[in-house]
């Protein structure tokens, strides 16, 4: 029996050395990670597969990490542009200008010969005709109300 537990432990670590050496064997020659083999009798079985195509080696990390903090410096370098002239906003020259110009139109305006006109008359409004005789009609109907009321 002695002999036969000997040669288990002997074939454990032979097939452990065996699995160790296809792992390094597939990472040089492929580049990418070992997949994982089944269980085994000597190691306990693996929590969740390797998935291809999802891996990358150390070095291939190291040059995504330095590119990316490259073109994030290059982001945080770049100027950012001016803030754009908003549209219509006067100067104050040209607030000025337009001030002397419209002084000068109100001088020329009052030397003409004064700055009012007469009103507009109002569209819609009564006349004093109309109203005279909305006042009569009107005059006429409360009459004939209290007339009709006394019966």
């Given at each position: 029996m002695d002999t036969s537990a000997e040669a288990l432990e002997e074939a454990i670590s032979i097939r452990r050395?065996?699995?160790s050496l296809e792992k390094r064997l597939s990472s040089i020659l492929s580049g990418s990670a070992p997949r994982a083999t089944g269980p085994t009798q000597a190691?306990?079985?693996?929590?969740a597969p390797a998935q291809e195509g999802r891996y990358f080696s150390a070095t291939t990390r190291a040059k995504l990490s330095e590119a990316a903090k490259a073109r994030w410096a290059k982001q945080k370098t770049t100027a950012k542009p001016a803030p754009a002239k908003k549209k219509?906003?006067?100067?104050?020259?040209g607030r000025?200008?337009?001030s002397e110009l419209m002084r000068a139109r109100w001088a020329a305006r009052r030397k003409a010969g004064g700055t009012k006109t007469a009103p507009a008359p109002k569209?819609?409004?009564l006349t004093p005709?109309?109203?005279?005789?909305l006042s009569q009609l009107m005059k006429a109907r409360w009459a004939a109300?209290?007339?009709g009321g006394a019966k």
């Open positions: 050395q065996i699995d190691g306990p079985r693996p929590t219509g906003a006067l100067t104050p020259a000025r200008r337009l569209k819609g409004g005709a109309g109203r005279k005789r109300r209290r007339k």
